[in-house]
């Protein structure tokens, strides 16, 4: 009997790295803009449009990020 | 295909009919949650999980190819009533669990079928012991839990994350992501199990000398089990849905996320790798995990053991029914048609006992009341622990309200 330890072991490893990750990502890209939200109503200070415009950058950044890991998913369904 | 006998003819037949059950089955994996956190209307989620497996079933014919996978040693001879009998086990099985609500994996009942009837049609020799445990029973306990944990870490970390932010204001953006990861479930599962009937079907040709050994699916093979799939998603398994998406916890939009997100990968992850295994064990562990994972979840054990129960079950199960039936299948003539007519008037009586209390898209959302006894839940029942006290709150009938 042959129990193949390593491949087991991998595939436990990446599919907890990627969903934590994953996850992780998307929930700060969330956070990103719904901040943006908050703060755009309370005060029109520039200092909150300059961290505005920063954590709305970052946020599609993070999308961007989780966009490319479907896009990577969908190849590795088809590959 | 003027060479298609008559006994192939009812082997692709019943190749489709499972077909149609294992995307009826498996319709919960990836919408159910997407339906109970209130982000795709129920039928919009079917229809749109039914368009992704028949892509997916476009996509790629890896699987189709290698369906015996090893655990059916093909040299001891494959005869189509073997796959005929294999066939009629895992429908039996999979509209039993359906009418019990239980998710239960759909490939699981499709080996366990193979299996049995191998084994009572040419002996313990045909099967593949080692390949048995290495494909099927390992991944079978390691999938749900690697989904599982991973749902748990991930429920918890983006509740840590947002936990300043309004769930109001958030829940459009995780039922977006939802959304997408649900996709792409739907899409490997139409890859993979669809695929799996295009196997069975090309090993029924095989046997029958339609096609040559080691030739890829005939295209009409492909269109009619993605096709099969699609509508059998579409229709939709509406009890096993209520039982993913309310029965074993509450979800929320974040949980739904991170539950779909971690189903998702460890599918594509271990798929990726050669591992085959049950997108329904998968995706049923990290709805457990998602439970756990956030603070004041709960999740029903004792719907979660009789499931567990269920997947115990599920080959064994399976695997008997069609051992009976191969056993008359061998029979001949008369014992093929003896099976086809016993296993239609069976699906029959499990509609029937199903239309007592039906589960439709109208009311999958509401609570995981007591279940009234038929006979055979009962007969479920009687293997089965039965459930302790289910606990319904007003907020499981309203999603709106769950989620705000």
């Not at chain 1, 896009?71 to 590959?79: C, D, H, M, N, T």
């Not at chain 2, 997407?34 to 997916?56: E, H, Q, R, W």
């Not at chain 2, 499981?396 to 769950?402: E, G, N, S």
């Amino acid at each position: 009997m042959h129990i193949d330890w390593a491949a087991l072991g991998s595939v436990f490893g990446v599919s907890l790295a990627v969903t934590v990750g994953l996850v992780g990502l998307f929930t700060l890209g969330i956070v990103g803009l719904s901040k943006q939200g908050t703060a755009g109503g309370e005060a029109g200070t520039s200092a909150a449009g300059g961290t505005t415009a920063l954590a709305r950058t970052g946020a599609y950044l993070c999308f961007a990020l989780c966009a490319a890991a479907v896009a990577y998913g969908i190849y590795l369904i088809v590959a | 295909m003027e060479h298609i006998t008559l006994l192939i003819g009812i082997v692709i037949i019943t190749a489709l009919v499972f077909d149609f059950t294992n995307g009826f089955h498996d319709t919960a994996n990836a919408m159910a949650t997407t339906i109970s956190t209130g982000a795709l209307k129920p039928k919009t989620a079917v229809a749109m999980s039914a368009v992704l497996n028949l892509v997916g079933a476009f996509l790629s014919v890896e699987v189709a190819k290698t369906i015996s996978g090893g655990i059916l040693d093909e040299s001891a001879g494959i005869k189509p009533e073997v796959i005929f009998a294999g066939l009629v086990g895992a429908i039996v099985w999979n509209l039993l669990t359906w009418l019990a609500g239980l998710p239960s994996s759909s490939s699981h009942a499709l080996f366990g079928g193979l299996i049995g009837a191998s084994v009572a049609s040419a002996g313990f020799g045909s099967i593949n012991g080692d390949a048995v445990v290495m494909k099927v029973l390992i991944p079978a306990v390691c999938a749900p839990l690697v989904a599982g944990v991973g749902a748990m870490l991930a429920t918890r970390l983006t509740y840590r994350i947002g936990r300043n932010t309004d769930p109001a204001a958030t829940a459009k953006g995780y039922r977006a992501g939802q959304i997408a990861s649900a996709g792409l479930v739907s899409l490997a599962h139409g890859t993979n199990d669809a695929q799996k009937t295009m196997g069975v079907i090309t090993l029924a040709l095989i046997a029958g000398n339609v096609v040559a050994p080691d030739s890829d699916p005939p295209l009409w093979v492909i269109v009619s089990a993605g096709m099969a799939i699609a509508l059998g998603t579409f229709i939709g398994g509406w009890r096993i849905i209520r039982t993913m998406g309310k029965g074993i916890t509450d979800i929320q939009p974040p949980q739904g996320f991170a539950a779909q997100t971690g189903a998702a990968t460890v599918i594509l992850a271990s798929s990726h790798l050669g591992f085959s295994l049950s997108t329904t064990q998968v995706c049923s562990g990290s709805v457990m995990g998602a439970g756990v994972g956030r603070k004041g979840g709960v999740v029903r054990w004792s719907t979660a053991g009789r499931m567990f129960a269920a997947w115990g079950l599920t080959l064994p199960a399976a695997g008997l029914v069609a051992a009976g039936a191969a056993l008359l299948a061998d029979q001949g003539d008369w014992g093929v048609t003896t099976v086809a007519v016993l296993a239609l008037a069976a699906c029959t009586a499990i509609w029937m006992a199903s239309r007592r209390k039906p589960v439709d898209h109208t009311n999958v959302n509401e609570g995981h009341d007591a279940e009234e006894p038929g006979v055979i839940t009962t007969a479920i029942a009687a293997v089965i622990p039965p459930p302790a006290g289910l606990t319904t709150t007003a907020a499981d009938t309203d999603p709106a309200k769950a989620s705000a």
